[in-house]
């Protein structure tokens, strides 16, 4: 399993673009990446999942480049209700099986006014 | 409906006790996992079952038994636990399938808060 590194924490304020980097090394060719969001007390959201170049819907922006041993996740005009946690995974998107996905650290995210 | 329920919310046992924790999905999917999350730290992976059979058991302790008695609903038993077992036990399901447009995404339940005195 590919393992992932990620800033501990961050801070930014409101109406800010936000962008967490996650180093993935040793990911594997049929491996995606995935962000999740999570709030204290619930359990994670997914966010974004790609695996090359750039995706984008309509909360978030994923940015890979084309060796894909990093990630970029961007929030445009963070609110404070963006202050979460948030998590980069690096898994295979096997059809037929469930995911093996193990969580990395996490970013705390913290959005000021 | 796109919700994984979980129950009970809270829950405190003794280290003598046996209770169990309960989730249930119905998106259809056929995975479901239980994943363990200790304050300030990431959730833990403990068992992955797929179509109602366990795939993957993290090593974890026998004190833990999952159960997945249909496609809809899984079970954690918890018996003889340990106070450093106390923690937010999250359920999550995915779609599991043969289907190319599926994402693998993870649903989870908003978790069962375990307290083991």
């Known amino acids: 399993l590919a393992k992932t590194t990620q800033p501990i924490s961050m801070d930014s304020y409101e109406g800010q673009e936000v962008n967490i980097t996650c180093s993935h090394n040793?990911?594997?060719?049929?491996?995606?990446i995935t962000w999740y969001q999570q709030f204290p007390s619930q359990g994670p959201r997914f966010i974004i999942q790609g695996y090359k170049t750039k995706v984008t819907n309509e909360v978030a922006s994923l940015f890979i480049p084309a060796d894909r041993k990093s990630s970029t996740l961007s929030l445009p005009r963070v609110s404070l209700s963006d202050t979460a946690v948030y998590y980069c995974l690096v898994g295979r998107l096997s059809s037929g099986s469930a995911r093996q996905l193990t969580f990395g650290s996490g970013t705390q995210l913290t959005v000021l006014p | 409906d796109t919700e994984v329920t979980q129950t009970p919310k809270h829950l405190v046992m003794g280290m003598t006790n046996k209770k169990s924790l309960k989730c249930e999905q119905h998106?259809?999917?056929?995975?479901m996992y239980w994943y363990k999350q200790k304050a300030k730290k990431p959730p833990e992976l403990m068992f992955v079952?797929?179509?109602?059979?366990?795939?993957i058991n993290e090593s974890v302790p026998s004190r833990f038994s999952p159960e997945c008695p249909n496609s809809s609903l899984l079970n954690l038993h918890l018996h003889a636990l340990q106070p450093e077992d106390s923690a937010l036990y999250l359920c999550a399901s995915s779609f599991g399938g043969r289907d190319r447009t599926n994402t693998g995404e993870l649903f989870f339940g908003e978790g069962s808060r375990l307290t083991v005195l």
């Open positions: 040793n990911i594997a060719t049929n491996d995606y």
């Open positions: 998106m259809g999917h056929r995975a």
């Open positions: 079952y797929s179509y109602e059979k366990l795939s």
